[in-house]
């Protein structure tokens, strides 16, 4: 199994990274790509996907970083490795107040603005909360292959996925999908086509029923999540881990040589 999107240099798991690796192969879960936040963490997610085989990291600025003004150096450093996979966390979060939505636009532009002038051509993983519409507005002006794009962690319900599917993206769910409550988002993974369904812990964030106490969250809960979708969707466990590892295999380039 493939962990799509989880934070490795985290403050809560990168002291103990031996023990996370560790239990997600007792688990099963033999692949990991750990997601920058920002500057101050990108080129320590290139340090770790550079010494384990199967880990790969991202470059992106997180749209909480918006209050401060970006040094891109680190990111594009990182982003012409080829242990960096997908340009991301970016996106827009009208969740919170701060930072405001005028400079989580400005941040987005900018970084759509460096992908594009980089010429690295690297899928984007989206960081979206309660922002579905005015994200891809922004995405629309901006010579980006949607096709290209994840939403990750995604909580919507169906309404807000149809824009998103239409658009041509993939999308990713945590375990929040697992959750008794979450009904709506549980019913919006179901209607995700197989071939743009992909599975992330977000870890340390986001524990899985029925670990949803363990804090904090590890890469190797996300087989809990791979278990629910399979059975949402009415697949075998097996299959489907097959299938959402080649998805993830294909949409990240990790050369990994699966198939379905």
Same mark, same amino acid.
């Given at each position: 199994?493939?962990?799509? !999107?989880?934070?490795?240099?985290?403050?809560?798991?990168?002291?103990?990274?031996?023990?996370?690796?560790?239990?997600?192969?007792?688990?099963?879960?033999?692949?990991?790509?750990?997601?920058?936040?920002?500057?101050?963490?990108?080129?320590?997610?290139?340090?770790?996907?550079?010494? !384990?085989?199967?880990?790969?990291?991202?470059?992106?600025?997180?749209?909480?970083?918006?209050?401060?003004?970006?040094?891109?150096?680190?990111?594009?450093?990182?982003?012409?490795?080829?242990?960096?996979?997908?340009?991301?966390?970016?996106?827009?979060?009208?969740?919170?107040?701060?930072?405001?939505?005028?400079?989580?636009?400005?941040?987005?532009?900018? !970084?759509?603005?460096?992908?594009?002038?980089?010429?690295?051509?690297?899928?984007?993983?989206?960081?979206?909360?309660?922002?579905?519409?005015?994200?891809?507005?922004?995405?629309?002006?901006?010579?980006?292959?949607?096709?290209?794009?994840?939403?990750?962690?995604?909580?919507?319900?169906?309404?807000?996925?149809?824009?998103?599917?239409?658009?041509?993206?993939?999308?990713?769910?945590?375990?929040?999908?697992?959750?008794?409550?979450?009904?709506?988002?549980?019913?919006?993974? $179901?209607?995700?086509?197989?071939?743009?369904?992909?599975?992330?812990?977000?870890?340390?964030?986001?524990?899985?029923?029925?670990? $949803?106490?363990? $804090?904090?969250?590890?890469?190797?809960?996300?087989?809990?999540?791979?278990?629910?979708?399979?059975?949402?969707?009415?697949? @075998?466990?097996? @299959?489907?881990?097959?299938?959402?590892?080649?998805?993830?295999?294909?949409?990240?380039?990790?050369?990994?040589?699966?198939?379905?």
């Amino acid at each position: 199994m493939i962990d799509t !999107h989880c934070h490795l240099v985290s403050s809560q798991l990168h002291a103990r990274l031996d023990d996370v690796l560790s239990n997600a192969a007792e688990a099963g879960v033999d692949g990991m790509i750990t997601v920058s936040t920002g500057p101050g963490d990108v080129e320590a997610g290139l340090e770790v996907a550079g010494a !384990h085989e199967h880990v790969w990291c991202t470059a992106g600025i997180h749209p909480h970083e918006a209050e401060t003004t970006p040094d891109w150096t680190p990111l594009l450093k990182v982003a012409r490795d080829d242990r960096c996979v997908a340009w991301g966390e970016l996106g827009l979060d009208w969740y919170y107040k701060t930072p405001t939505r005028d400079r989580q636009i400005s941040l987005l532009e900018a !970084h759509l603005e460096t992908i594009e002038s980089s010429g690295i051509d690297m899928p984007v993983v989206l960081h979206c909360r309660e922002a579905v519409d005015d994200l891809l507005a922004v995405l629309a002006g901006a010579s980006l292959d949607l096709t290209r794009c994840v939403f990750h962690c995604y909580t919507g319900d169906l309404d807000s996925l149809r824009p998103v599917l239409d658009a041509g993206c993939h999308v990713s769910f945590t375990g929040v999908v697992t959750f008794p409550n979450a009904t709506e988002v549980a019913e919006a993974a $179901r209607n995700v086509p197989i071939e743009r369904l992909m599975v992330e812990t977000d870890a340390p964030y986001l524990s899985p029923e029925p670990v $949803r106490k363990m $804090r904090p969250n590890e890469p190797c809960n996300v087989i809990h999540t791979f278990r629910f979708l399979a059975d949402l969707h009415g697949i @075998e466990h097996d @299959e489907f881990t097959q299938r959402m590892d080649a998805n993830a295999n294909r949409f990240f380039g990790l050369g990994l040589g699966l198939e379905v």
